[in-house]
């Protein structure tokens, strides 16, 4: 089983899902489940993304009993862990679907944990990684198998309507895909507030938003054309640049 394991852990591990399923189909029968399970208590050894491409070939030529009981695993360890890198590279390299799988109480919690991230989550305009809200991006990832979704997208709002520009660069820098697409109230919150953006002459939300109206792909362009149309920038663009 450690060769497996170690081809697994390979720095020169191939980053193709074809790859990943020849290393699967020589693995025993038998020794499937014990590999899923180590693979993931070593995770922080290893390369996340290429982790997550070996357990997505995997999981599902366990059997329904081993996928239980892996599915076990991961929520002991996520109802008892407070380390972050952990909670990031368990959602990372999680196979599609075993989300929605873990045990609520663990998913509350690290939900929880992303949207209190969030909540905290801050960038400079100019820099490559955020200050704080790391952890959060993680939300990313399970967004389809989100327990508290609604919590989720109330967090993003509130920090797009903070005035507070380090917030607002964190939300539109991650998250902009999510709130182009959101539905029914929060649809009409996300347009609300980009309106007031706009109206306060805030650059930001001009310069994120000028190519989805000039793409028009979203129906709610069309409620921010005149305050788009009118946009008057209230100060120099530039001024949390550190110099």
């Known amino acids: 089983m450690s060769e497996f394991l170690d081809r697994v852990f390979d720095p020169d591990f191939v980053e193709k899902s074809r790859y990943a399923e020849l290393l699967v189909q020589e693995i025993p029968k038998k020794y499937r489940y014990d590999i899923m399970v180590e693979v993931f208590r070593r995770k922080e050894r290893g390369i996340g993304h ?3 491409i070996f357990a ?3 999981f599902p030529k366990l059997t329904t009993d081993e996928k239980r009981k892996f599915v076990q695993v991961v929520s002991e360890e996520l109802k008892n862990t407070r380390e972050s890198a952990i909670v990031g590279k368990t959602i ?3 196979p599609s679907g075993v989300w929605s ?3 609520e109480t663990a998913r509350l919690r690290i939900e929880n944990k992303l949207i209190t991230s969030i909540r905290d989550g801050k960038m400079q305009s ?3 990684q955020c200050d704080d809200g790391a952890l959060g991006t993680w939300a990313l990832e399970i967004l389809d198998e989100c327990t508290l979704l609604d ?3 109330k967090a993003l709002l509130n920090k797009l309507d903070s005035l507070d520009d380090l917030q607002i660069n964190y939300v539109f820098r991650f998250f902009s895909p999510i709130l182009y697409r959101l539905e029914g109230k929060y649809k009409q919150w996300f347009v609300q507030s980009i309106n007031k953006g706009l109206k306060n002459g805030n650059y930001r939300f001009y310069e994120h938003i000028t190519p989805v109206v000039e793409n028009n792909k979203y129906d709610w ?3 921010i054309h005149e305050e ?3 946009f008057t920038p209230a100060r120099d663009e530039f001024n949390d640049l550190p110099f």
């Open 101 to 103: 799988k873990v045990e």
């Open 228 to 230: 788009y149309k009118d």
């Open 50 to 52: 290429k982790i997550a």
């Open 126 to 128: 100019y820099a490559d």
């Open 56 to 58: 997505n070939e995997l």
């Open 151 to 153: 919590d989720l997208k």
């Open 221 to 223: 362009v069309k409620n």
């Open 92 to 94: 990372q390299i999680l």
